[in-house]
């Protein structure tokens, strides 16, 4: 008994993962139980209610109903199109910005660039409405830069009113999720053996020639990495859209609150929250697998 004892140790050890026990039995399925009904209870079940109230229309019954009207709705498509290119454009605007500053990071010698780089792990834990209202205090109407305009020119008003547009919400999500492309650039920025740097230098390759024929090829997993999570996160963001005071920008998201709180239209609420998990769930699967690509 001790020599297989021993086996079994050793086998585990020689493993690339531990194996407690490699036996499956009752025990296993009892061990398994408990996080799975917590699941089952706290994601799954509730999960199960949106899509029923989706098919349930208010006349009584099951039907698809809901899902036409909401289909054929002009603020659904308003909405899943100002979603879509809101994402989109706030995913391309990180990645740029993202790999700039990340390459300034990483690349060009400063004093504090070690506590830069800390701040950005502290930067992911902030609320995304605390970002918001940073802007508002310095772009609102009643901010710091149209004050500092009616200071120096005397004017009633000032100039800056594009938080309350499409454009604000798109800077506030810019601002807030480029910290999540930089990090796992960072990280890949990092490993870049830098022999292949001063090898380009001294043949007299240009900076923007190394960029562009060295860093840029060993970045693009952590960007499509990186950017395949930011685009997940947008299209679900809410907090940017309601603290901005956009009225005029309704994602789906605003459409889920505004169809629940607002007009009472349940079923119709569940078809858009349904429609919205469906495609993050679809990009999600995209991301994780281009972070198992990755290594991430």
Not at 90 to 109: E, M, N, R
Not at 139 to 168: E, I, K, Q, R, S
Request: with cysteine; glycine share 10%; aromatic share 10%.
């Amino acid at each position: 008994m001790a020599s297989a004892v021993a086996g079994d140790v050793s086998a585990g050890a020689s493993g690339s993962r531990p194996v407690l026990n490699r036996r499956r039995g009752p025990s296993n399925l009892v061990w398994a139980l408990p996080p799975v009904a917590v699941l089952a209870l706290v994601f799954l079940y509730p999960l199960a209610l949106v899509v029923q109230q989706s098919v349930s229309p208010v006349e009584g019954g099951t039907s698809l109903a809901p899902y036409g009207d909401v289909f054929a709705s002009a603020s659904f498509r308003s909405a899943l199109t100002t979603t879509v290119w809101l994402a989109v454009g706030s995913t391309v605007g990180c990645l740029v910005l993202g790999f700039v500053l990340a390459l300034v990071i990483a690349f060009v010698p400063f004093p504090g660039g070690r506590a830069v780089a800390r701040f950005i792990d502290v930067f992911l834990s902030f609320p995304s409405f605390l970002i918001t209202l940073a802007l508002l205090f310095i772009y609102g109407t009643v901010g710091m830069a149209n004050g500092v305009w009616t200071d120096v020119t005397g004017a009633a008003d000032g100039p800056f009113h594009f938080l309350t547009t499409p454009w604000g919400v798109l800077l506030a999500e810019i601002t807030y999720f480029t910290p999540f492309v930089m990090r796992p650039l960072l990280a890949a920025f990092s490993q870049l053996d830098t022999a292949q740097l001063e090898v380009a230098s001294s043949l007299g390759a240009k900076p923007a020639r190394i960029v562009r024929q060295v860093i840029l090829p060993e970045a693009l997993p952590a960007l499509a990495a990186g950017g395949s999570l930011v685009l997940v996160m947008c299209l679900n963001e809410f907090g940017i859209v309601l603290f901005t005071g956009a009225k005029g920008v309704t994602t789906l998201p605003m459409l889920v609150y505004g169809k629940a709180i607002l007009e009472s239209d349940y079923p119709a609420a569940c078809v858009v929250a349904v429609v919205n998990i469906a495609i993050s769930v679809g990009l999600y699967s995209l991301y994780r697998m281009v972070s198992r690509r990755v290594g991430a």
